[in-house]
């Protein structure tokens, strides 16, 4: 177990390197000037010169990547091109937005889904069992904006219930406000992600339930809720959470879009606005955060896995 | 059941695909033409409504449908191809190679299609058809490519492959008589799922405004369009909605019929 | 000859313009919370911060030595007396007494030396530092007295100032803090979401009708009308789309009030290409666009067709519609006439926001009716800069205009779209040392009815400016210029 956790360690800190260089190469790809969103409409040469000196845009992309590098040595992500205040301290207090969001909407989604999943395959012959697979599947196919659509129209501007969109002033210091902020974009993710959810346990259940240790168990005469609560949970849960892990990551990143209906000053719009100006240290910086995230959920993840199941711990696993 | 599941797919996944073709020769209306008054309610004229230009929405969202379908197939096909030959080259890589292919890949899965979708656009110059297949096809690729390595492996590992390894047999003899065979029905289903999911990426990043420009409008850009209305013309954001759902919810039947018709084994972890 | 100071003190005397009926009761104290699309991007109007920053600061945390008024006139803040040398190039400003920054400082003449030259310094990127190049020297003779001395006589000079912040010279970078002398002082600013303001106990004119206000920053239009709509909001300070209204007609509880603004939509040709450079070619085109019909499309029954580049806020205004009215039989002849009977193909460069592609697509429609095929390419406002505005690189493109008194690109043979006629170029350097207001109106005026007559640009329409409140607030700016958004007479009902 050592040795494995030191080699995945390994791994993740080489894979963080390598996600580094590759949005550096690429955010450089990008046609347009970082300069550009410094100006105005009536900028001179002068005015436009000293812009691209200011953001380093005129010197050679080498030189860029060094300072970039010799930065990021020291923890220090850069100042934004654009608002000419350090990206690190942004960066948190859009967390402080996105990762409650995230990870509220993750649980509630685990809340609904792991029940009606068990549900769903324990009564898979029942008309409520076929009904609970059916609306999975519509929850699939559905955008996730549509549901914030939805939600802002019917609940917030024809109900007036909650608010419709933004975030108070205060943040946090206004605990209830910012609560009730979150709410709908918290249902919103946990509506499309809990169908996802639900279709992987209902079918990691009923491998579980044609497993031939649950038939053992019951044949020794144990009761059925009995034997899929010691036996089958366990079990059941091993490929589950290497796919919880996937899905919070996913969701991580698929908050731009919900952050973007629901006007939230999460990590997403950061990301967006970063992009149309060009203000690169601003965009590192954000995708740097959520890979390294991203990277540490498949980790967690990971490890997480070997705990429970004893057949990882001694073999790699010839698949993986 | 999954016989039905699979009828009730081909069904709304072939309605679609009607109405797409259909608009390759008729609209009801000229798109770009202003045909009634803005916003109007449902009418047998205007069976949906007209949108904020007085255009005709049925017309919008019919042209929506060529346009999600497009970029569903375009980018089934790139992810497919690519992802299944980057999968097959690593299961046969030496060891580290594999290795540092599978930690790029896992990489590139972390990576937002939105971001690879920006790229894409910038370095076309300007967003297109093309540039939403283009990045939602590569994005695609990885998740496929992570699947084909594995399945490739596992076939491998099989007792008559390496018998024919020691034979002599090369390796791409290998692939075309024995890997392919044997893992295409689950490449197949996964690469439908992916289809779906290619659906709802478009509409995505139409929606956030880096997709299909005008006047061929996807069904995303048609919903952000109609977000600010929709308290007036609810049927803006309704209709394409439900055209968007009634397709992506076909593909996902078909797959799933698919799957238990090939009896593909698409692992739930993998299929992703 | 000798001017007397021009004028006497004014402030709060646009008061009567203003909107709303006074409220029987007004809450001194109340926050006032105002939805915008606009955030700033950086605290320095010089440091490129966007149209936000004039909204919440001109006025509100930062004063100029004059101000523009909500109507457009000029008028004295800081300056308690103007005099000009008799041949116009010496300028003498004497400050308001008892004036004080918001750290405690007292304002002298330094500040306001300090203040100019930072506007002009290399590396400021002020939209108005070249209409501020002809001043060569900026001196503080005593305590209360500022010199501008000038190369070249300039009308507008009291006008440019406007856009001037008077800066504390200690207070250093000012891109995250502030250290001005208005009615306001900055509380809080948290990116991407909102902006906080409170009442300055010390300041030295009329205290404010309120006790502060809140900017609450959004990125979709239709958020912010949730906003107002669901009470999160008082104001916001623009209207996106005339469907939006509909929400808060028909009802008590929300004031519509429908404003000038500056704001034009126009196609801008490049001047210098093929076909573009032909003159008929471009008045062919305007007369193939039904700009009634496109004002419609967009804005429904609000905001005025445009003739030219002048709206009239602008002294110099002029009706010019009647110049190249719509006639699609008359663009057909004109283009046959200029070597086009078939017509002709171009691309049109086309920003990714509203309403910019739905014009778009209505130009590609009645364009192809005079045999002109319009290739649409939509582009990101960063690309818009490097491609269309700094690389000139296009053949034409769609933009808004957001300035106000900008007729002045037009004299800039070197400006994006290109537009070179060493008349209009004589005749804009001219007005701007005129003697008299009277000769500077009448010299742009001509001007403006040159690039009209040659159909310099394709423009469409002034958008209005609609602010819509809660009934609860009255006071507020109507007209926005330069996105102002002036906070002190803002009452809110108890």
Not at chain 2, 4 to 20: F, Y
Not at chain 2, 42 to 67: C, E, N
Not at chain 2, 241 to 266: H, K, M, Q, T
Not at chain 3, 152 to 166: G, H
């Amino acid at each position: 177990m050592a040795r494995y956790l030191l080699r995945r360690t390994i791994v993740l800190a080489l894979s963080l390197v390598v996600a580094g260089l590759v949005l550096f190469v690429l955010l450089r790809l990008l046609p347009g000037d970082p300069a550009a969103a410094l100006l105005s409409v009536g900028a001179d040469e002068a005015q436009i010169a000293a812009a691209r000196e200011q953001v380093g845009s005129d010197q050679p992309i080498w030189v860029q990547f060094g300072r970039f590098l010799s930065d990021l040595a020291r923890f220090d992500l850069g100042v934004s091109f654009v608002s000419n205040q350090p990206v690190l301290p942004e960066i948190m207090e859009r967390l402080a937005i996105t990762l409650p969001l995230t990870v509220a909407a993750f649980l509630l989604a685990i809340a609904i889904a792991v029940p009606l999943g068990i549900l769903a395959a324990v009564r898979a012959d029942r008309w409520y069992g076929v009904a609970i697979s059916g609306l999975s599947q519509l929850g699939l196919a559905i955008p996730v904006f549509w549901i914030g659509i939805l939600l802002v129209w019917l609940v917030a501007v024809e109900w007036r219930l909650l608010p419709a969109s933004g975030f108070p002033m205060r943040g946090w210091a206004d605990p209830v406000a910012a609560g009730q902020s979150l709410i709908l974009p918290i249902i919103t993710i946990a509506v499309v992600m809990s169908a996802s959810l639900l279709r992987y346990v209902r079918s990691a259940t009923l491998d579980v339930l044609d497993a031939d240790y649950l038939r053992n168990a019951r044949a020794l005469g144990e009761s059925f809720p009995r034997a899929l609560i010691r036996h089958g949970i366990r079990n059941g849960a091993v490929p589950v959470i290497s796919i919880l892990g996937i899905e919070l990551a996913s969701t991580l990143l698929g908050a731009v879009v919900v952050e973007r209906v629901f006007s939230l000053p999460g990590l997403g719009s950061m990301l967006l606005l970063g992009i149309e100006q060009r203000d690169y240290p601003s965009v590192q910086g954000v995708l740097l955060i959520t890979t390294l995230l991203v990277l540490l959920i498949g980790f967690a993840a990971d490890i997480l896995q070997r705990m429970i199941d004893p057949r990882l711990r001694d073999n790699r696993g010839s698949a993986r | 059941m999954s016989r039905g599941t699979l009828w009730v797919g081909l069904l709304l996944v072939g309605l679609n695909a009607g109405v797409a073709l259909l608009t390759l020769f008729w609209l009801p209306y000229d798109p770009t033409a202003m045909a009634g008054g803005r916003l109007q309610p449902p009418s047998w004229a205007h069976p949906f409504g007209t949108d904020r230009l007085g255009q005709d929405y049925l017309t919008k969202v019919m042209i929506g449908a060529r346009i999600a379908l497009s970029v569903g197939i375009g980018a089934a096909a790139l992810g497919g191809l690519i992802g299944t030959c980057l999968g097959v080259l690593a299961a046969f890589a030496r060891r580290s190679a594999d290795d540092g292919l599978a930690a790029t890949l896992d990489i590139l899965i972390a990576f937002p299609t939105l971001l690879l979708a920006m790229l894409v656009v910038a370095a076309s110059e300007g967003a297109s058809l093309g540039t939403a297949i283009l990045a939602i096809g590569l994005a695609m690729s990885a998740i496929i490519a992570r699947l084909v390595r594995i399945l490739t492996k596992r076939v491998l590992a099989q007792d008559y492959i390496t018998a024919a390894r020691c034979s002599g047999l090369g390796w791409g003899r290998i692939v075309v008589s024995h890997v392919l065979p044997n893992i295409l029905p689950t490449v197949l289903v996964a690469v439908a799922l992916q289809f779906g999911l290619a659906v709802i990426a478009e509409a995505s990043l139409s929606f956030l405004g880096l997709g299909t420009p005008p006047p061929n409008a996807s069904w995303g850009q048609l919903l952000q369009q109609a977000q600010s209305t929709v308290f007036r013309a609810p049927m803006g954001v309704i209709a394409p909605g439900l055209a968007l759902i009634s397709l992506v919810l076909g593909i996902n039947f078909l797959a799933d019929g698919l799957r238990d018709l090939l009896d593909a084994e698409v692992d739930l972890e993998e299929a992703r | 000859m000798k001017f007397a100071p021009q004028f006497a003190l004014a402030i709060g005397a646009a008061l009567a313009a203003f909107a709303s009926p006074a409220l029987a009761q007004s809450d001194p104290d109340a926050i006032i919370r105002i939805g915008s699309l606009y955030e700033p991007q950086n605290l320095d109007n010089t440091a490129g911060a966007g149209q936000g920053i004039n909204e919440a600061f001109n006025d509100n945390v930062y004063e100029g030595l004059f101000r523009l008024t909500d109507e457009g006139d000029v008028e004295p803040v800081l300056a308690a007396d103007h005099s000009i040398s008799e041949d116009g190039l010496t300028h003498r400003f004497t400050l308001q007494d008892g004036v004080s920054f918001h750290s405690g400082d007292p304002l002298t003449a330094e500040d306001v030396k300090y203040s100019i030259e930072r506007v002009m310094a290399e590396e400021s990127r002020s939209s108005r530092k070249s209409s501020l190049s002809t001043i060569e020297s900026v001196e503080a003779p005593d305590e209360r007295t500022v010199v501008v001395t000038l190369a070249k006589k300039s009308i507008s000079l009291p006008y440019n100032l406007t856009y001037v912040w008077i800066v504390n010279d200690a207070a250093g970078d000012i891109s995250a803090s502030e250290d001005g002398t208005g009615p306001y002082t900055l509380v809080d600013w948290r990116r991407g979401s909102a902006l906080s303001l409170e009442r300055f106990e010390d300041y030295w004119g009329d205290a404010p009708a309120n006790g502060g206000a809140v900017f609450n920053y959004f990125t979709e239009a239709a958020a912010l009308d949730n906003a107002l709509l669901t009470n999160a909001v008082d104001v916001i300070t623009s209207v996106q789309s005339p469907d939006a209204l509909a929400l808060f007609e028909g009802t008590d509880e929300f004031t519509i009030s429908e404003g000038n603004s500056t704001t034009k939509q126009l196609m801008a040709y490049n001047d210098r290409v093929a076909p573009f450079d032909n003159v008929t070619v471009r008045k062919a085109l305007a007369r193939a666009v039904d700009k009634q019909k496109l004002l419609e499309a967009i804005w429904d029954d609000r905001g005025m067709v445009l003739g030219s580049f002048v709206p009239p806020t602008d002294p110099w205004y002029e009706d010019l519609t009647g110049v190249d009215p719509y006639d699609p039989e008359a663009a057909r002849e004109m283009l046959a006439e200029a070597g086009y009977p078939d017509g002709f193909e171009f691309t049109l460069e086309t920003p990714n926001y509203d309403p910019h592609p739905i014009t778009a697509e209505f130009l590609k429609s009645e364009l192809a009716k005079v045999g002109v095929t319009v290739n649409i390419n939509i582009i990101t406002a960063n690309e818009w800069y490097t491609k269309v505005y700094q690389a000139k690189d296009f053949e034409a493109t769609l933009q808004e205009h957001v300035n106000h008194r900008d007729i002045v690109f037009y004299g800039n043979p070197d400006f994006y779209w290109g537009y070179d006629n060493p008349e209009v170029v004589d005749l804009i350097a001219s007005a701007e040392e005129s003697d008299t207001v009277e000769e500077q109106t009448e010299k742009l005026r001509q001007a403006n009815r040159i690039i009209a007559e040659e159909a310099a640009t394709n423009w469409f329409f002034l958008y209005p400016q609609i602010v819509v409140s809660s009934s609860e607030i009255s006071g507020y700016p109507l007209n926005g210029l330069n996105a102002q958004f002036f906070l002190r007479d803002i009452e809110k009902a108890e």
